[in-house]
């Protein structure tokens, strides 16, 4: 697999973190539609909470990969 630089891998993460994103508040959405009616406040307060952080643990992953230094970088050359 030929390598590929930190300006691409940039390109790419930023393709598949808007995706992400666009897919967790699609699951969000539908999630929060199943809630029943009448809930208290407290729980909806949890539940946006969570559903407005949640895509932040995947998404650590794959940014620190977007800024992975060339090889070339790191061995000064």
């Known amino acids: 697999m030929p390598h590929m630089n930190q300006r691409s891998r940039k390109l790419i993460g930023a393709f598949l973190l808007v995706g992400s994103i666009i897919l967790w508040s699609i699951l969000a959405t539908s999630v929060y539609l ?3 009616e009448g809930l208290p406040g407290l729980v909806l307060i949890g539940f946006f909470i969570v559903a407005g952080m949640g895509w932040m ?4 992953p794959l940014i620190k990969w977007m800024a992975k230094p060339d090889t070339t970088q790191v061995n000064g050359r």
Not at 57 to 60: D, H, I, S, T
């Open 34 to 36: 199943l809630l029943p």
């Open 57 to 60: 643990l995947p998404a650590m």
